[in-house]
């Protein structure tokens, strides 16, 4: 089954008088159990299409369909529902929550889901302990080195079981041994759980570790293996 279907997908942001044609006509599908990195120049669109595929984001034409529904004939509710838990969303800056400690950010989106507190504090700790932070689990961000901050978010993405992970340049900003580890994690939990995988990436050393690479260029796919 596809968990991600694209058809001619684009995107356009208007900024004044010009506009900038971030995705220009992208048509691509993603498998149940892939492990795929997006990977491309500066620019050339790898936010914008995990925006769209992550739900956050609508296309300017195109259609974009996740476990089946199409995106646009949602309402924000439903797409919002659909979001909290279909798919795991890491960012590049994190967007942990500062005030709340590494725990309390892992079982933010089960408690957002409706999952009583005890419930999802249990979840929480096993997600941490899966990423091997079970020890700081009540320390906050700025109590965290950088690679323990993105081992929190893909905790946090990882709560909810969701069937697709996104993550943005997940180790951008990381030393090159920290940022192997973060890939060796994902792949690991994507052969154990079966979780989709979709990440962005500028890093060629990375790619030797995907099954497959989407490259883009100015907004428009230069190969899909
Ligand atoms: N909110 C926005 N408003 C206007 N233009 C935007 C916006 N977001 C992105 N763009 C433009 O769309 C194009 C694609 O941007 P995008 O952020 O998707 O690239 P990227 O591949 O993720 O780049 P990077 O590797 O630097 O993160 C760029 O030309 C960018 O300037
Ligand atoms: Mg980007």
Redesign the pocket.
């Given at each position: 089954m596809n968990v991600v279907e694209l058809e001619n997908v684009t995107k356009d942001y208007h900024l004044g008088e010009t506009t900038v044609q971030a995705l220009r006509g992208i048509s691509l599908s993603l498998a149940a159990g892939e492990f795929a990195a997006v990977w491309g120049p500066?620019g050339s669109g790898?936010?914008?299409l995990?925006n769209l595929i992550g739900a956050i984001d609508i296309p300017s034409g195109g259609n974009v369909r996740l476990n089946g529904h199409d995106l646009a004939s949602l309402d924000d509710d439903r797409r919002s529902d659909l979001r909290n838990k279909a798919i795991g969303f890491v960012f590049?800056n994190f967007n942990l929550v500062p005030v709340l400690s590494a725990i309390e950010n892992v079982m933010l989106p089960l408690q957002i889901g409706g999952m009583p507190g005890g419930e999802a504090r249990a979840r929480a700790h096993a997600c941490l302990t899966d990423v091997e932070l079970e020890k700081f689990e009540e320390h906050r961000p700025d109590q965290l080195s950088g690679g323990q901050r993105q081992r929190v978010s893909i905790a946090r993405a990882l709560s909810t079981k969701p069937a697709l992970v996104i993550a943005?340049?997940p180790t951008a900003n990381l030393d090159s041994v920290t940022a192997l580890k973060i890939v060796d994690l994902m792949r690991d939990l994507n052969r154990r759980e079966k979780t989709t995988f979709l990440f962005?990436t500028h890093d060629q050393r990375l790619l030797s570790h995907v099954d497959r690479r989407i490259e883009l260029a100015d907004g428009l796919l230069t190969a899909a293996a």
């Open positions: 500066s790898k936010t914008t995990l590049q943005d340049e962005s």
